[in-house]
């Protein structure tokens, strides 16, 4: 079956770039996703990338993919304290298709 | 509009007892889905709703029900309640035409 895989943690320093990386084993993976998770809420989506793009600029945000090798990133940039939170990877392998793949989340701590 | 809402918040039950975990959406969605979230595996879909009157097994279905009651209500109901079965149980559903999965906040549910 179709896997995702994120490292659990990351730790960043106010104002620099934090870089969360994902890979995914479903060669047909067509969407990617990035949700994020803050304390004690649902997941909300941040941004969506199709398999026929590289990469993805939004404000902050960039996601870079890399078909080849199945790796998807996300750049956070400039750091906030706001930007604490769990974020989450996940795929589909077609519009509509009702299952997500969800990886397993990495928690961002921004230090001071 | 409220979004996608979940009832209780919290429940702590014991081995064996039953109980039933509610979810309504008020956006006119046409697909719900149950997941449980446990840490470090990320989010496992349990159960979803396509439309109305559909249901379908997602990847962690055993000692669970659903029930779509109408297209803006979708239950999670928990025959006997096992200590596996504690968990972060999130509702979320999705528009017919749309990439986003919107959640609800979560139920956190303690089987002891």
């Known amino acids: 079956g179709e896997d995702v895989e994120q490292s659990l943690f990351l730790s960043v320093r106010e104002g620099d770039s934090s870089v969360i990386n994902c890979t995914y084993t479903?060669?047909?993976?067509?969407?990617l996703y990035w949700y994020k998770q803050e304390p004690g809420a649902g997941l909300q989506l941040l941004t969506y990338?199709?398999?026929?793009?590289d990469m993805k600029q939004d404000q902050r945000l960039t996601v870079l993919l890399n078909k080849k090798d199945k790796h998807l990133s996300l750049r956070i940039a400039d750091t906030q304290t706001g930007d604490s939170a769990i974020y989450f990877c996940?795929?589909?392998?077609?519009?509509?298709?009702?299952?997500?793949?969800f990886g397993t989340g990495t928690r961002l701590t921004i230090i001071p | 509009n409220a979004g996608v809402t979940q009832t209780p918040k919290f429940q702590v039950l014991k081995t064996g007892q039953s109980m039933t975990l509610q979810c309504a959406q008020d956006?006119?969605?046409?697909?719900m889905y149950w997941y449980r979230q446990d840490p470090g595996m990320g989010l496992r879909l349990i159960y979803y709703?396509?439309?109305?009157?559909?249901?379908d097994k997602g990847e962690v279905p055993n000692g669970y029900n659903v029930s779509r009651l109408n297209k803006r209500e979708f239950s999670l109901r928990l025959e006997s309640a096992a200590p596996s079965q504690t968990s972060v149980y999130f509702c979320?559903?999705?528009?017919?035409?749309?990439?986003?999965?919107?959640f609800g906040p979560g139920t956190r549910l303690t089987v002891t």
């Open positions: 979320a559903s999705r528009a017919r035409s749309a990439y986003e999965q919107y």
């Open positions: 956006m006119n969605h046409n697909s």
């Open positions: 709703s396509a439309s109305e009157g559909t249901t």
């Open positions: 479903d060669s047909s993976s067509t969407y």
């Open positions: 996940a795929e589909s392998n077609n519009f509509g298709n009702e299952k997500l793949t």
């Open positions: 990338i199709f398999s026929n793009m």
